[in-house]
C-alpha cells in the first residue's frame, strides 16, 4: 500500500470511470494501489451524492468573528499579566458570549 494521502479529483473520476465500466471494486483497488475501504467508501459516497470531488471547509464551526478575535487579541495585549482565563471572562462580560481559555490561547 502507499503511504496516506488524499486522492486528488481527477484520480477519483479514473476510479469511478472504472467501476462504471463494470470492473470490481477489488481489482480497481489493486490497479491504483490503494486500500479496498477507500475505494468502497469512494463508490458509495458516489453513489449517494453523485459526485466524487472533496468537500473543503469541513470541520468545526467557529465561535469567534475575525472581528473578536480582534478584540480578545487587543484585549490581552493590554495587560499582558492576564490569564487566558481571565481573557475569555473579560469577553463574556463585554460580548455576552462564552469562550473557552483554549478559543483565547488558539487565537
Known amino acids: 500500500m502507499s503511504s496516506r494521502h488524499h486522492i486528488d479529483d481527477f ?14 471494486i477489488t481489482d480497481v483497488a489493486r490497479e ?9 467508501r469512494l463508490w458509495k459516497s458516489f453513489k449517494t451524492a453523485r459526485m466524487c470531488s472533496r468537500r473543503h471547509g469541513e470541520g468545526r464551526v467557529r465561535s469567534t468573528t475575525p ?9 490581552a ?7 487566558a482565563q481571565q481573557v475569555a471572562n473579560q469577553f463574556l462580560a463585554a460580548s455576552g458570549k462564552q469562550i473557552s481559555r483554549k478559543t483565547v490561547a488558539d487565537v
Do not use: Q
Not at 472581528?67 to 484585549?75: P, T
Open 11 to 24: 484520480m477519483r473520476g479514473r476510479i469511478i470511470g472504472k467501476i462504471e465500466e463494470g470492473r470490481k
Open 32 to 40: 491504483f494501489d490503494i486500500a479496498h475501504s477507500v475505494v468502497s
Open 67 to 75: 472581528a473578536e478575535d480582534r478584540y480578545i487579541v487587543l484585549s
Open 77 to 83: 495585549k493590554r495587560n499582558r499579566r492576564t490569564t
